[in-house]
């Protein structure tokens, strides 16, 4: 069995990382400390490692602690999905892409069901677009629940109180959506033309006392964590980015908006009935990971209102085109198309070619993860290794999008 | 970089299109628009990068974001799709570059769009499209010695993949 | 023994009875309460491996949290570090890339170790079955215990399948318990037994009452085998 990590000979990373070192003190910008003796070491965090979220591996080159260089290293979870989707029918792939960002899977579910339908030409009716509203901003509550509730855990291991409130309150949040789905996670909810199940007896009325318990959990969440003198000293003024970072590295999500960029799938290039919606995009200043945190509660409080009125504007009607029969095989025109969501991430699309069969012929994710992942590198120059862990956990990355 | 306003309707396609045909006549071929948010045309290889570098530094239509770089296999040759998106026209420009299969290889935009770096990696590692200039040419979803490009239609798994199966 | 005699103790050493270790090859009073402490301490307190590979993660995550709380169980104590733990739970979707880091995780838990294979995934390549990526099973690469069905396996799931792995950890045993139908072994065993019981002095034990037979069903042909007739090789089994 080919084991990566002999001591014999590094693998392609290590070895890079080495070769860099060597480049780099060849050329006179060895370590800073090169006078008291200290080289440059290659630390390898990773793949399994508490605080990387999953199995993300970073190959770290320490200068005593301050980050040299880092070269992360993915495909530890590589499954082959965008193969996968050529094996099975358009319908069949639905539950697969739950499986994208696991964390967030109903807005997975849409970035892929609403590609399928514009080349298809299928327009999904009118109460199910107010529920797919609804089912993407629990789980944008859901998502940001554990990706602030993780950030924190990091800081300290699970040494902080928030994680343990944010998981419990997102169980209340999984619980509507079990109700309504049938699952706590891997929902496979999502139709052409609609979603599954309607809206269980008394969901509305559960769904409303819930949301307007929300600006109390946030408010929760930061007595928790904001005042705290560690936590402030760690997460102001590190890893910050640049307006210029957010354009040059396609950077989007609260990732971007943490940084002042106000692009907000949402509102930029609005979706279903978002148009008809009221609510504000949570903007940062100084795009350090101390807003990436605090957008990402404000966003919170923003997807409890979005679900409040959407409450209120539900119409009646079907929640699925025609009958049961009619949206299971569906074979779109020859065509390539691309729409693209708001994740919780960022931007997360699908673009899916099609040659007029009932298989795709080629699906690419455009992953917000993947995508903001690139900038690690030049987030983490500079600084210690401990606030790696805190700019990691701010970029709240989910390994499954990132490998697909 | 201007900030954009929020909901702001950027330009208008039609409008983003005719520009683009203005700016780069001869460079863009078929282009076409597609709604309701992307101007598709097509691009030779050969003038991948110059098109690249002039689409960044188009006045009032800059393209600063390279969304993806999907690389597609269309039997006779391969295709990579870049997928740009500006902030000032608020709209999505997507360029068709197609290779010959017996020498598939590109000019690298990494220089130009850092984003579109790891993308052209994923190009690599699932197509076999080889990005000229590229800065760090190595597989980077599969492991670093696996034999052959899954995404290709004729890609046939082969024994050395798998050993711990 | 050189210490000894020099010391002037070797009278002495010669009159001391050793208990005689073959008393152990059955199960008796002493073993069973050992097993029973060991396996008690054990199986209430394993101590995880933080090995969430995939979404079957979350599901790990959110059982170990406030409303689903592993701890009542003994086992809210993931440790990161293999060295540290017992029982590997492989949460997600192993791949080509990530199996000789597996296997290499595994090989640095300590014995006594386990393995739960969570999810569809770990259990048989789940969903991904036809990735080209994607190993089929983490049983192809290290021996798994336990088992749990689910995509993901809901938190009570995962508790089903700690509580089964509490079951097989409280199964272990010191010592084996002496097979029934074997009939040359328990022979063996009852000649071991009668002998230590020839060593001691009379005074100190009871004289030593025929091994009785185990339950089990009588094999129709089983003659008593006299120890004389017990191969020599067999003999060498009970030290």
Not at chain 1, 382 to 388: E, L, P, R, T, Y
């Amino acid at each position: 069995m080919s084991d990566q990590f002999a001591t014999t000979a590094p693998d392609e990373a290590m070895a890079l990382a080495l070769r860099r070192i060597a480049d780099s003190e060849a050329a006179g910008r060895g370590s800073e400390m090169a006078g008291l003796g200290f080289n440059q070491v290659v630390v390898n965090m990773g793949p399994q490692h508490p605080s990387t979220h999953g199995v993300l591996r970073l190959v770290v080159t320490l200068d005593g602690e301050l980050v040299k260089d880092v070269i992360p290293v993915i495909g530890y979870l590589h499954r082959g999905k965008e193969k996968i989707a050529e094996k099975r029918t358009y319908y069949q792939y639905i539950p697969i892409v739950d499986r994208t960002e696991y964390v967030a899977g109903m807005n997975c579910e849409w970035g892929y069901v609403r590609t399928v339908e514009k080349l298809a030409g299928i327009e999904p009716t009118r109460r199910a677009e107010f529920i797919r509203v609804i089912m993407a901003e629990l789980n944008r509550i859901a998502s940001h629940q554990v990706g602030v509730g993780t950030f924190t855990a990091d800081l300290a291991p699970l040494g902080t109180a928030m994680v343990f409130y944010a998981f419990r309150h997102r169980e209340k949040i999984l619980d509507l959506l079990e109700a309504a789905s049938g699952a706590r996670m891997m929902f496979n909810y999502f139709r052409f033309g609609g979603v599954r199940y309607d809206l269980p007896d008394g969901w509305v009325e559960t769904c409303r006392e819930l949301m307007l318990q929300v600006p109390a959990w946030c408010r929760e969440y930061e007595a928790l964590v904001n005042d705290n003198a560690v936590f402030l000293q760690r997460c102001l003024g590190k890893g910050v980015m640049t307006q210029d970072d957010v354009a040059d590295y396609a950077i989007t999500g609260p990732n971007a908006r943490a940084s002042g960029v106000a692009h907000d799938l949402r509102r930029t290039r609005p979706y279903s009935v978002y148009p008809e919606l009221d609510f504000e995009v949570c903007l940062g200043r100084h795009g350090d990971v101390y807003d990436r945190y605090q957008v990402r509660v404000d966003e919170i409080r923003e997807s409890a209102k979005i679900v409040l009125q959407c409450l209120d504007m539900l119409p009646a009607g079907p929640v699925q085109l025609g009958t049961l029969r009619a949206p299971y095989v569906v074979t779109p025109p020859p065509g390539a198309c691309y729409t693209a969501q708001e994740n919780p991430r960022g931007e997360f699309g699908t673009y899916i070619v099609s040659d007029g069969s009932r298989y795709p012929y080629r699906l690419k994710y455009r992953d917000p993860c993947f995508v903001n992942l690139q900038i690690f590198p030049k987030l983490l120059r500079g600084n210690k290794i401990a606030d790696a862990v805190a700019i990691s956990g701010s970029m709240d990355l989910v390994l499954g999008g990132i490998d697909r | 970089m201007a900030l954009p306003a929020i909901g702001s309707a950027g330009l208008a396609l039609d409008d983003v299109a005719a520009r683009l045909a203005a700016a780069l006549p001869s460079d863009l071929s078929d282009l076409r628009v597609q709604e309701p948010d992307t101007v598709v045309a097509v691009v030779a290889p050969a003038v991948l990068h110059d098109v690249a570098l002039r689409l960044r530094g188009l006045e009032g239509l800059a393209y600063e974001s390279c969304n993806f770089v999907a690389a597609v296999d269309l039997g006779d040759g391969f295709e990579a799709v870049y997928h740009l998106y500006s902030f000032a026209a608020n709209s999505y420009l997507e360029l068709h570059v197609a290779v010959p299969r017996a020498k598939p290889v590109l000019d690298t935009v990494s220089d130009v769009w850092p984003a579109a770096d790891w993308h052209e990696r994923e190009a690599f590692d699932m197509m076999g499209i080889r990005f000229e200039g590229h800065p760090d040419p190595r597989r980077i979803l599969l492991p670093d010695d696996w034999v052959g490009h899954p995404l290709r239609k004729d890609y046939v798994d082969s024994i050395e993949n798998h050993p711990n199966v | 023994m050189g210490l000894i005699e020099g010391v002037g103790l070797g009278p002495i050493a010669d009159r001391i009875h050793y208990p005689n270790i073959s008393q152990f090859e059955r199960p008796n009073v002493v073993t069973t309460t050992v097993d029973f402490i060991f396996s008690w301490a054990r199986s209430h307190s394993v101590f995880p491996f933080t090995y969430g590979l995939a979404c079957c993660a979350i599901e790990m995550l959110s059982s170990g949290f406030a409303r689903f709380d592993v701890a009542r169980y003994g086992m809210e104590v993931f440790r990161p570090t293999p060295r540290q733990c017992d029982l590997m739970i492989v949460a997600g979707t192993v791949n080509e890339k990530m199996a000789p880091v597996l296997k290499r995780l595994y090989e640095q838990m300590s014995e006594p170790k386990w393995v739960i294979a969570m999810g569809a995934c770990a259990t048989s390549g789940g969903p991904f079955y036809d990735g080209y990526n994607v190993v089929n099973g983490v049983d192809k690469i290290v021996p798994v215990d336990v088992y749990i069905p689910g995509c993901p396996p809901r938190p009570e799931a995962l508790f089903q399948g700690l509580l089964e792995l509490q079951k097989k950890i409280q199964a272990m045993r010191i010592v084996p318990p002496v097979p029934a139908d074997d009939a040359a072994v328990a022979a063996n065993a009852r000649a071991a037994a009668q002998q230590s019981a020839a060593d001691l002095s009379p005074d100190d034990l009871p004289p030593a009452a025929p091994a009785e037979e185990l339950p089990g069903e009588a094999l129709p042909s089983e003659a008593p085998v006299a120890p004389a007739a017990a191969p020599a090789d067999l003999e060498k089994v009970g030290d």
